[in-house]
């Protein structure tokens, strides 16, 4: 993460972290979130707060913003609009709204291009120690060299 070597250490940075996974599993928005573990004091104790010391909105995004090793998004971030989806028929797909996104993504790689490069990569590192790593130490996910990924084409 990027903090300065010099003034007031962070604080609360394991909570915050933890608020984050139970504020995405809840699906709310930072400004929601916040709201509801000031007025909840089991959901601020299951993240690590105490009610008295909750974060503001602002810390979320700071720490939001520490995470994210490109250049600042030059937009506005908006708390997010519920959408109404458009549900195909029966037998019917989604339209594709990017077709080349894959060819993108294997042209990246063939010219040397890893994961680590990309802003978001000090996240996939979090998620490979914090959750995959662990996986494996568990023995969860079987043998390592019998291993076989798969994806999907879902949007």
């Known amino acids: 993460m990027r903090y300065s070597s010099t003034g007031r250490p962070a604080h609360n940075q394991p909570e915050i972290f933890r608020a984050l996974f139970v504020m995405n599993h809840f699906k709310e928005s930072v ?65 594709d709204t990017d077709s080349n996104r894959v060819s993108d993504l294997v042209e990246q790689v063939l010219n040397g291009t890893t994961f680590e490069d990309r802003p978001e990569g000090l996240l996939q590192k979090i998620l490979k120690k914090c959750a995959v790593k662990q996986s494996f130490d568990l023995k969860l996910c079987g043998y390592p060299h019998k291993l076989v990924f798969a994806g999907d084409g879902a949007p």
């Open 31 to 95: 400004t929601d979130f916040v709201k509801k573990l000031r007025a909840y004091p089991i959901l601020a104790t299951i993240c690590g707060f105490e009610q008295e010391s909750v974060p503001g909105v602002g810390t979320f995004y700071d720490y939001l913003n520490r995470f994210w090793l490109g250049e600042e998004p030059s937009k506005v971030i908006r708390e997010p609009r519920s959408k109404k989806s458009k549900k195909p028929k029966k037998d019917e797909k989604l339209p």
